[in-house]
């Protein structure tokens, strides 16, 4: 089940889902949606900007022709800032490649922040995943994760309501990094919040309709 469709096909599970999404957002007459806006925009003003985990995680993010773009650049010099500062830290880089590339976002971060410094002895690459669920999902898998131990997830604050929605409901324990030190507006920050509101009203309505169907393959993808 695809509730999470920034890269790659999506599923029938996801297909349905988002059919029902829609249907709760014209019914909910946009309220359901001006929610999670809401969400998102209270996570992205008051995330923190400094962590003192010694088990990072950053995302990473589609390559551009150039290779990394600017939300990846402030993912990824975050990340050095925190690694450089913390010795004893250690690194798990997710993302996969995008169609018809030969690099994998895990591996253009790696080379980034070999290039600041950090020993390549400390990060990991999960080079499957596609989106944020799956980024999340496989993270679950290579962790070896303790109550006592949360892993920092670095990101750009307009993503990271999602990140933790997904995060929470699959059990893994996290604080939250934003990338900048705070929030600006821009023009390109409303729709990019919009559509993080989307992404986890669809995460929502799907997870909530398959715990009302009894569906166990289709909450495991989410749990």
């Not at 591996?107 to 980024?135: F, H, M, P, V, W």
Request: charged letters at 20%; hydrophobic letters at 40%.
């Amino acid at each position: 089940m695809q509730f999470d469709p920034e890269r790659g096909a999506i599923d029938w599970d996801g297909l349905w889902t988002f059919g029902l999404s829609l249907i709760l957002l014209i019914v909910g007459i946009g309220i359901p949606l001006l929610i999670s806006l809401i969400y998102v925009y209270r996570t992205a003003k008051s995330a923190p900007n400094e962590c003192h985990c010694d088990s990072l995680l950053v995302f990473g993010k589609r390559l551009t022709k150039q290779g990394i773009d600017q939300d990846y650049h402030l993912r990824l010099e975050k990340t050095a800032e925190l690694m450089l500062n913390n010795p004893s830290s250690t690194l798990l880089l997710v993302g996969g490649a995008a169609p018809g590339e030969d690099v994998t976002e895990a591996q253009a971060g790696r080379d980034y922040l070999i290039g600041k410094g950090i020993e390549e002895s400390r990060l990991r690459l999960e080079q499957q995943s596609q989106n944020t669920l799956e980024n999340l999902q496989h993270a679950r898998t290579m962790l070896s994760q303790q109550d006592a131990y949360p892993v920092a997830l670095i990101s750009n604050r307009y993503h990271l309501a999602r990140i933790s929605t997904i995060a929470t409901s699959l059990s893994l324990n996290h604080q939250l990094c934003a990338s900048e030190a705070e929030l600006r507006f821009s023009p390109l920050l409303l729709p990019r919040m919009i559509i993080e509101g989307w992404y986890i009203l669809w995460f929502n309505t799907g997870k909530s309709w398959s715990r009302l169907i009894r569906s166990e393959r289709m909450l495991n993808r989410v749990t």
